[in-house]
């Protein structure tokens, strides 16, 4: 092996021991990198979050290991990743806590109110159907959440979550929504 050989070798391994601390210094900084349309896609972060979920926070938050979640990832809807059961967190906004009643039906209404954007669907993107999650209100310890994306796979199919997986709020970083 020549010199320049061994220097390039070196050189390729210095920059793999970077990019892998880099990345793990990002991921216990609380960065996440979004590469799914439910949210803007790009570099987000994780904010502690020192009080209950609440209306209208955007959150990241581990789903549950369920049969839906489990189906849903079989599915392509979500990725693996460091949550429980494999799963990767998810980003969605909250529109509904504990006590709220959930009326699902062509679109999803809290108490009586429309939420704009969610207009439900029977079919996914590859014509696999989907069935949307019954009506009722949300338990005690749990979140309803929504995304306006039109192909979201939120609470309109899988249902109220536990807030107990809440990691903290979504804040956007670096992101480009298309």
């Not at 020549?2 to 220097?7: C, G, L």
């Not at 990198?33 to 502690?48: D, K, M, Q, V, Y």
């Not at 079919?123 to 979140?143: A, N, Y």
Request: hydrophobic share 40%.
């Amino acid at each position: 092996m020549t010199a320049q050989q061994r220097r390039a070798i070196v050189g390729l391994a210095i920059v793999a021991v970077a990019a892998i601390l880099l990345v793990v210094t990002a991921v216990s900084g609380g960065y996440r990198i979004n590469l799914t349309p439910s949210a803007p896609l790009g570099l987000w972060r994780i904010i502690p979050l020192h009080r209950p979920a609440a209306i209208d926070d955007l959150l990241f938050i581990c789903p549950p290991e369920t049969v839906a979640m489990r189906a849903a990832r079989a599915r392509r809807y979500f990725h693996s990743g460091s949550c429980p059961g494999g799963f990767s967190p998810l980003i969605k906004t909250v529109i509904a806590v504990a006590g709220q009643h959930v009326e699902i039906g062509d679109s999803v209404s809290v108490d009586g109110r429309r939420t704009s954007s969610s207009d439900i669907a029977l079919r996914d993107g590859k014509g696999r159907s989907l069935t949307p999650f019954p009506s009722g209100t949300v338990p005690p310890g749990h979140v309803f959440l929504y995304s306006s994306f039109p192909g979201s796979y939120d609470g309109r199919y899988f249902g109220p979550v536990p807030a107990s997986g809440v990691l903290g709020l979504a804040q956007e970083v670096l992101t480009y929504a298309p």
